[in-house]
């Protein structure tokens, strides 16, 4: 019980008292097994007690509000208040450093404050109204834990990875995709060419982008019906199951459904949806996708908005934690050497979420709570965005063989076309599983290795060449907090 | 004859490669057998896409723990099916696992005729799909 808590008559007195008084600071909690616990990143105002405001923040997502109010001696309010109790100055921050003090607070909130099995509602709580509270400057959420008991009222993922590479016959390398370019303006009819031309030179999937769905220039029946007939005289032309990520974000539930259908009578193996559709409507759809057998993926498009900025916002990892409770299939979560966002240390934690049956705590890659994923199915992370044959050593050393490699530009933009872009994507791959699998330095050797089986493969050689010295280096703005500490050096 | 990267069919690890040399199938057994994964060895002249049930060459491998004795009984199968395709695959064990994590092919006959892609004209302007190896006129290993 923290020393200044007040109890009894005193703390229902009318009037406001602070929030540590209301006792949503408790230094000596000790979290019990069916609490759900957050972890933010704090900068208070000048001047004010970073625990005053750490309690704030766990009194606002929780019972509290800003006056005592006796309606609270009608519960077992105790129970139900969530409580502060660590308040740790975040490493490199603060008196003599160039960053202001930062707090890492961890809150225990009681789970019965959560509705089983609604994303809805935990996000109403954790980050509903405490972001602008104005006693603070900034505040990020950056992990959270779920008891299994709360874990257990989510479905996860109907398919995910393991069913999803049985249902498709494909295992012990990553899948292939590419996203059609350009991504407005085609019409029906060349969309499903690009279609066509990647699946028949060797890629897995092709994928709608993030903005298509039903504009002037294309109509989503017109796509939907020629992506069909490119996947299947795909499939005709090299014995493989092959699919397309059909988008069927709209502006309604309604009309989403009624895309969602369409496409399964077409006999699309995949549906596509964004991720700014919102909780709800991702849940719904998971729903869907489990009662049709189909595949869902998720585009995170509207993520950065949020997620990139170290001091405000939150962090993708629990936006993966919350997308596999939620119950998606794929979501894209950073590729490591490509055009977008991304810290190898902090790539490494989304995959770890996404992709494993535990989650030790982990500083280095993120990871600050423990997670028991209590069964729920894993969920396959797709990798997207100005990557190319060429780095696929480095892909796979970073993103093992439990992804989607999506080569879009580094497809389409082969010079000698899509389908031997596709070739020389898939020749790239094939050949790295095996020296992977046969002992070999890969990673040192990659470029050996690719330079080698492009001597009997001209398309590799061509996309080696075009692409060769193509690389994005630029610093990482969500980075760790820790730094890995070297083995045996005490 | 089929017109897609090296006129055959693709399924598995590793059909855009050219074929595993005997070396270079033992050192992927090798790998499988290092994580502990048991193989096993199955053929098929019905390369549909969906044929998920290819026959077994035999039970899994669970206790063989040398590369060379599975290369024995990929021979043997190769032998007594030289114009089949024949596949080796690796299940893991492991709890979240519990499924295939390899599969490549290891024979294939020589001459590989695709398939044939079929329409069946639907309401508005859907269309179904069917796939059918041009192969499967013939009955069951009669086909290659």
Same mark, same amino acid.
């Given at each position: 019980?923290?020393?200044?808590?007040?109890?009894?008559?005193?703390?229902?007195?009318?009037?406001?008292?602070?929030?540590?008084?209301?006792?949503?600071?408790?230094?000596?909690?000790?979290?019990?097994?069916?609490?759900?616990?957050?972890?933010?990143?704090?900068?208070?105002?000048?001047?004010?007690?970073?625990?005053?405001?750490?309690?704030?923040?766990?009194?606002?997502?929780?019972?509290?509000? /800003?006056?005592?109010?006796?309606?609270?001696?009608?519960?077992?309010?105790?129970?139900?208040?969530?409580?502060?109790?660590?308040?740790?100055?975040?490493?490199?921050?603060?008196?003599?450093?160039?960053?202001?003090?930062?707090?890492?607070?961890?809150?225990?909130?009681?789970?019965? #404050?959560?509705?089983?099995?609604?994303?809805?509602?935990?996000?109403?709580?954790?980050?509903?109204?405490?972001?602008?509270?104005?006693?603070?400057?900034?505040?990020?959420?950056?992990?959270?834990?779920? %008891?299994?008991?709360?874990?257990?009222?989510?479905?996860?993922?109907?398919?995910?990875?393991?069913? !999803?590479?049985?249902?498709?016959?494909?295992?012990?390398?990553? $899948?292939?995709?590419?996203?059609?370019?350009?991504?407005?303006?085609?019409?029906?009819?060349?969309?499903?060419?690009?279609?066509?031309?990647?699946?028949?030179?060797?890629?897995?999937?092709?994928?709608?982008? !993030?903005?298509?769905?039903?504009?002037?220039?294309?109509? /989503?029946?017109?796509?939907? $019906?020629?992506?069909?007939?490119?996947?299947?005289?795909?499939?005709?032309?090299?014995? !493989?199951?092959?699919?397309?990520?059909?988008?069927? =974000?709209?502006?309604?539930?309604?009309?989403?459904?009624?895309?969602?259908?369409?496409?399964?009578?077409?006999?699309?193996?995949?549906?596509?949806?964004?991720?700014?559709?919102?909780?709800?409507?991702?849940?719904?759809?998971?729903? /869907?996708?489990?009662?049709?057998?189909?595949?869902?993926?998720?585009?995170?498009?509207?993520?950065?908005?949020?997620?990139?900025?170290?001091?405000?916002?939150?962090?993708?990892?629990?936006?993966?934690? /919350?997308?596999?409770?939620?119950?998606?299939?794929?979501?894209?979560?950073?590729?490591?050497?490509?055009?977008?966002?991304?810290? %190898? #240390?902090?790539?490494?934690?989304?995959?770890?979420? #996404?992709?494993?049956?535990?989650?030790?705590?982990?500083?280095?890659?993120?990871?600050? &709570?423990?997670?028991?994923?209590?069964?729920?199915?894993?969920?396959?992370?797709?990798?997207?965005?100005?990557?190319?044959?060429?780095?696929?050593?480095?892909?796979?050393?970073?993103?093992?063989?439990?992804?989607? &490699?999506?080569?879009?530009?580094?497809?389409?933009?082969?010079?000698?076309?899509?389908?031997?872009?596709?070739?020389?994507?898939?020749?790239?791959?094939?050949?790295?599983?095996?020296?992977?699998?046969?002992?070999?330095?890969?990673?040192?050797?990659? %470029?050996?290795?690719?330079?080698?089986?492009?001597?009997?493969?001209? %398309?590799?050689?061509?996309?080696?060449?075009?692409?060769?010295?193509? =690389?994005?280096?630029?610093?990482? =703005?969500?980075?760790?907090?820790?730094?890995?500490?070297? =083995?045996?050096?005490? | 004859?089929?017109?897609?990267?090296?006129?055959?069919?693709?399924?598995?690890?590793?059909?855009?490669?050219?074929?595993?040399?005997?070396?270079?199938?033992?050192?992927?057994?090798?790998?499988?057998?290092?994580?502990?994964?048991?193989?096993?060895?199955?053929?098929?002249?019905?390369?549909?896409?969906?044929?998920?049930?290819?026959?077994?060459?035999?039970?899994?491998?669970?206790?063989?723990?040398?590369?060379?004795?599975?290369?024995?009984?990929?021979?043997?199968?190769?032998?007594?099916?030289?114009?089949?395709?024949?596949?080796?695959?690796?299940?893991?064990?492991?709890?979240?696992?519990?499924?295939?994590?390899?599969?490549?092919?290891?024979?294939?006959?020589?001459?590989?005729?695709?398939?044939?892609?079929?329409?069946?004209?639907?309401?508005?302007?859907?269309?179904?799909?069917?796939?059918?190896?041009?192969?499967?006129?013939?009955?069951?290993?009669?086909?290659?």
């Amino acid at each position: 019980m923290a020393d200044n808590e007040m109890k009894g008559k005193e703390r229902y007195k009318s009037g406001v008292i602070s929030y540590k008084k209301m006792g949503y600071w408790q230094p000596d909690y000790e979290p019990c097994a069916t609490d759900v616990i957050a972890m933010f990143r704090l900068t208070a105002q000048d001047g004010v007690d970073p625990e005053e405001v750490a309690a704030g923040v766990a009194g606002e997502s929780s019972t509290a509000t /800003w006056t005592v109010v006796w309606t609270d001696r009608l519960t077992a309010c105790e129970l139900y208040r969530a409580k502060c109790y660590r308040c740790d100055l975040v490493p490199n921050t603060g008196d003599g450093t160039d960053t202001e003090a930062q707090y890492f607070i961890y809150i225990a909130y009681d789970m019965d #404050l959560f509705e089983g099995g609604s994303i809805a509602n935990v996000t109403a709580s954790i980050i509903g109204n405490v972001f602008g509270m104005k006693a603070l400057k900034a505040l990020r959420l950056e992990d959270m834990h779920f %008891p299994v008991a709360y874990m257990k009222t989510f479905d996860g993922p109907a398919t995910g990875i393991v069913v !999803e590479r049985e249902r498709m016959d494909k295992f012990g390398r990553p $899948l292939l995709g590419a996203t059609t370019k350009p991504k407005l303006g085609l019409s029906g009819r060349n969309y499903g060419r690009v279609v066509y031309e990647a699946l028949k030179g060797g890629l897995d999937f092709v994928k709608d982008d !993030e903005n298509i769905n039903s504009q002037p220039f294309m109509h /989503w029946r017109d796509r939907f $019906l020629y992506c069909m007939e490119a996947v299947n005289k795909a499939s005709a032309a090299t014995g !493989e199951i092959k699919g397309h990520y059909l988008n069927i =974000t709209a502006a309604t539930m309604d009309e989403m459904i009624e895309r969602a259908e369409f496409a399964k009578s077409l006999g699309s193996i995949i549906v596509m949806i964004d991720l700014v559709i919102g909780y709800t409507a991702i849940q719904t759809m998971a729903k /869907w996708c489990r009662a049709n057998d189909m595949i869902l993926h998720l585009h995170r498009a509207g993520n950065s908005t949020y997620s990139r900025q170290k001091n405000h916002g939150m962090n993708f990892r629990v936006i993966c934690k /919350w997308m596999r409770m939620a119950g998606v299939d794929h979501i894209h979560a950073g590729t490591v050497v490509g055009k977008l966002e991304g810290d %190898p #240390l902090m790539i490494h934690g989304f995959y770890d979420v #996404l992709r494993e049956t535990h989650n030790p705590v982990n500083l280095p890659n993120g990871i600050f &709570l423990e997670q028991d994923w209590a069964s729920l199915n894993k969920v396959m992370p797709v990798a997207s965005g100005g990557i190319h044959a060429g780095q696929m050593h480095q892909l796979l050393h970073h993103l093992g063989e439990d992804v989607v &490699l999506q080569f879009g530009g580094g497809t389409i933009g082969h010079p000698d076309g899509i389908q031997a872009g596709a070739i020389a994507n898939r020749v790239a791959l094939e050949v790295m599983i095996q020296a992977r699998n046969e002992g070999k330095d890969y990673l040192a050797e990659g %470029p050996d290795i690719l330079m080698k089986a492009a001597k009997t493969c001209s %398309p590799l050689k061509a996309a080696l060449t075009t692409w060769k010295d193509i =690389t994005f280096n630029y610093a990482s =703005t969500d980075t760790a907090d820790f730094v890995p500490t070297a =083995t045996g050096s005490n | 004859m089929m017109t897609n990267y090296g006129n055959r069919m693709t399924q598995g690890q590793f059909s855009f490669l050219p074929d595993l040399t005997d070396e270079e199938i033992s050192a992927q057994i090798k790998y499988a057998l290092d994580n502990s994964w048991a193989l096993n060895i199955e053929y098929t002249d019905d390369p549909h896409p969906r044929n998920t049930y290819w026959e077994m060459y035999g039970m899994p491998m669970f206790d063989m723990k040398d590369p060379a004795g599975v290369l024995m009984e990929i021979n043997e199968c190769r032998k007594t099916f030289p114009n089949h395709y024949i596949r080796v695959m690796a299940s893991d064990a492991t709890r979240g696992v519990e499924s295939p994590k390899m599969s490549y092919i290891v024979n294939r006959p020589e001459k590989e005729p695709g398939y044939h892609l079929i329409r069946e004209e639907r309401d508005g302007r859907c269309q179904g799909y069917t796939i059918v190896p041009y192969s499967n006129d013939k009955p069951e290993g009669e086909r290659y």
